[in-house]
């Protein structure tokens, strides 16, 4: 919403300027987005007078102008026709600028001098090519030449841009709704046009009024009054075409409207001015002379204003003649009835739509018109009629029309103030600081409120018209709230029941979890949840893989992020791709987030959002050093990371199988369970998926069901003894089939060992030399401890052979 | 024979001395203390000298003996430093040659300051709250006040999965769930940090996925002052104790009145910067939590009052960390992540 200063100061007196103005509206809401100066880069635009024209020597079409322009006399060249000696005419200097920054210079035409340019109204205003019948602007003869037209008309203006919230949109969206506020901050009143306050009807009943002339030559039939609950028409005679006078126009383009012909102009100006959209239709070219409110048939179409053939429906609510739509009712009009030049009679609309319904229809079509944008927030009832007559006086004073007597003012329903109830006590309790009674009464009666105080404990406010978005008692506070002042309010800390702060287990163990991946060297990422269709695609998932059952957006603004994921692996994998992308020589990611697995689909209740954790790496795993390489990222090293995690939150023990994902390694990936609980899968990506993902190299990644995990997870640690006898240490190599899992082997060592077998740790695998092809050697290290004594020799032997010895029989080992 | 001790010990102490090196300090030892050294073979002879020469010649030996040993003593610690010594010098390293490298891991930094947020509102009694991200239009909406055809859901333009059910386009629909669930036992103390998502396109400032932190507290007795107290202490934890706030008028279907908090800014200390402009930054979108969100929530709004504020989490951590363009944070270059180590 802009806000010319001077047009606001017609309405209301301002001890401010704008820049304290602009500090003040926005701390009582009405938030000042910038103050902007317009006209300011204008020069040399004056008043001169034409000494004498001919037409030009050469080309046929053109004049020589000599002009006189209280400086000096030049000479113009100009194809502008109707111009006589005598006539004061608006002149741009050369060195002159124009609005939006062009600069007359002197040019020849045809051999002849030209010097700055004689303007029509369009380029004085806007800067732009004189619109189609447009000549150059004439001015009262009176005028001096050399008069600065700057000041004249004026054509410079301080613009407020506010930037309304909803609320205040439906009162604010006007000059007059501005004005008011800024009564209500000033303690003075607001000045309105004769015309509009002799006519405002704060209250009127159901009914319908029709007398006078207008009634005679039209009628206003409202069948759907559940959308439009006042519809009123005036009827113009002796419509003749014309533009509208220099400071309209100004007004309308400083608000930034573009000013066209006076009738449309009119109510624009009318519309910024008081808030009342208003429509003006060729009378002669409505069926039957006549307005029918209804909802569209199915079927109908209507070209609108903007050139468009629009598709209408049942639900939008339309201007009809006796035949056919003509307008979109609150949101444009129609071209075929618009005002042309031939117009002769205007039938000028004011009425009262019903918010949802414009809303509805400019959003179903896209339309977002300055009468949508204050139909929808909601209009002042009370002004409708009177908005409609300023206009017309207007529209009278320009000399472009005649009011012909009467009016149709049909309302389905009636409107008044409405009451509501405040008790002042509530005032400060709520805003947390103490406000005299005569001051929350007082700053409600600046803003326009009735408040009777009879009532002691409970008022009775009268709301204004204007003021839809006042409702109840805590709409009234807020209210005296930003008129008192926000400002005024102090900093205290809540003093009620007490409560204590703290996480619950899940949310302790899962800051707990993140940190354990970071300290294991992973970089936390953060990934979107939505992730593209074909992710599923690219791991390779079978057709009826559950992970494919996922939620789509509807209605997305890319593709790309279309589906909520049930995997963090498609946005941990594109994230490797972006840093091998960017040469990154080394990455590994973690994320710990939510998954989305639905019910049944299409959904019809909430998914299930399940916490996930998962890791993807590429590269060595530590930077290149002078001490030796790292190694590279592999099944084995993000298994570790994953044991390391378990490990820390309790969970175990954990068992690796061999699994069948397929978008892993199918050699080199495992189940992760504990117990019967499935807990995810570790493994190396499938070169095929890396290949769909771009990812060069071998990359690792896990996934846990982190919901599980948590489940299982547990913070208790018992302390163990520390041992206060000597350990044994045996070690033990043997060559075991490769189909025998090292976890058998270990198993058997550990059944065999029994009590006395304190740990055991795998420390070599060996293939090649000396070793059955097949095959492949382990090597454990054995540590034996008794918690009671020390043992002997003879004592660790006997166990240690009953090792050696399963491992034989067991699993078929080969000792060496 | 006439033994000459002083001789004797002049120049057994000059070979001790002269020993550079731990064997030639044994081999001066046996020659003179050794089975058949110089001493050892003189205290032998003891025997066979007349009795009245034998003390004195006694004492003699065995002060030399004495006197040897502590010498040889002496010096083999002596060497012994010093080859220590020699070894050490030896052993010198280029102590500017980099360290072996930890791998390390960090977090994330939006999380971090997710991390920060929550400890500051643990500490004032606050407990931490989730709600779905995949949720009911009607929590989203309807329940915070704002109807099918409010105007104020065109600046949240939503991410439907089905007519009601859409991506939740802020995290105050929780305040509902956290009401429901706790009515009517007082107060309801929670923060929400969380995903949210709108139909945007992905700047430098904008994406469809970002992140919020709610806050409400109902009780008896809660005013517009407690809550611009909550949020200047939080300000002053997060940002420092000069921070100060402000509150603006603003407009929120589900608070009234609603404010803007706005706080100093921490970069310019309020001074006005390139970053913020007049001095002030807006912290959090709040306010008294709407009489009919209270009752949709389950509580009297004649019995209690509340507050609530939402704030971004991304443009905290983007103003902590001087982060100028939002999609670092999702893009997860590790150069950008290892950052926040
Ligand atoms: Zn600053």
Redesign the interface.
Known sequence: MRVPMAWLREYVDIPWDAGELAERLTWAGLKVESVEEVGEELAGLVAARILEIRPHPRSPGLWLCRLEDGEAVRQVVTGAPGLAAGQVVAYARPGGVLPGGRRLGRERFGGELSEGMMLAATELVLGEEHREGEGVLVLPAEVTPGTDLVRYFPLRDTVLELELTVNYATHCQSILGVAREVASLTGGRVRLPAVFARDYQPGLPAGEDAHGEAARITSVRVEDGDLCPRYTALVLEDVRPAFSPVPVQFRLHAAGMRPLSAVVDVTNYVMLELGQPLHAFDLDRLEERRIVVRRAREGERLRTLDGRDRELDGEMLVIADAVRPVALAGVMGGEETEVTPATRRVLMEAAWFHPVSVRRTSRRLGLRTGAAARFEKGIDPAAVLAASRRACSLLEEMGVARLVSGSVDVRPSGYGARQASLRPARVGAVLGLDIPESEIAGALGRLGFGVDTTGGESWRVTVPTWRADVVGEIDLIEEVARLHGYQRIPSTLPTGSPATGYLTREQRLTARAREILAAAGLAEALTFSLIAPDAFDRLGLGGDDPRRRALTVRNPLSVEWSVLRTSLLPGLLACLAHNQAHRVPRAGLFEVSAVYLPGELPPRELPSERLYAAAAAYGPWRDPHWRGDSPEVDYFLLKGVVEYLLDALGVGPVEFTPSGEPFLHPGRQARITCGEHLLGVVGELHPRVARAYELQGRVAAWELDFSTVLALATEDRRYRPLPRYPAVTRDVAFMLADHIPAARAEEVIRRHGGALLESLRLFDVFRGEGILPGHRSLAYSLVYRSPDKTLTDREVDEVHAGVRRALEVELGATLR | MEWDWVRLRQDAEAEVAGAATRAELEEVRIRYLGRKGVVTRALAQLGRLPPEERPEFGRQANSLRQGLEEAVARRREEIEREEETRRLREEAVDVT??G?????????P??RVA?EV?RI????????AEG?????DWYNFEALNIPR????RDAQES????DD?L?RTQTSPVQIRVMQAMAPR??V?VIAPG?V?R???VDPTHS??FHQVEGL?V????????L???L??FARQLYGPETR???????F?FT????ELDATCPLCGGKGCSTCGSGWLEMAGCG?V??RVLEVGGYDPEEV?GFAFGMGLDRLTMLKYRITDLRL???????F??QFI
Not at chain 2, 132 to 136: A, D, L, N, T
Not at chain 2, 256 to 259: K, L, R, V, Y
Request: without cysteine.
């Open positions: 040659l980099p072996v490298p930890v791998r390390r891991g960090s977090l994330h939006l999380y991390e929550k509102f643990l500490g004032m009694g606050y407990r931490v779905p991200e995949v949720e009911y055809d409010h105007p104020s991410l439907y999965i089905t059910i991506l007082l107060p103390k995903k998502y139909r945007d396109t469809f996925m507290l009780d008896r007795g809660v005013t517009m002052a407690d611009k107290g909550t200047e202490e706030v402000r509150l603006r008028p603003s407009y279907p009234e009145p609603s404010a008294m709407h009489p009052t944070l999702f893009q997860n270059d590790v150069r992540l290892e």
